[in-house]
């Protein structure tokens, strides 16, 4: 169970802060987020 969980944990980090995604303009989801919240605030 507890590698499992280790390997999810990656998993997640990997896809929302390295990995680019066409639909979101070649950005990671967390630049995505970021990038929205920082125009929604201002």
Known sequence: ???????????LAFYNDE????????????AFYDRAMNKAAA
């Open 1 to 11: 169970m507890a590698s499992a969980r280790a390997g999810i944990t990656r998993y």
């Open 19 to 30: 990995r680019s995604h066409q639909a979101l303009g070649y950005q990671t989801p967390a």
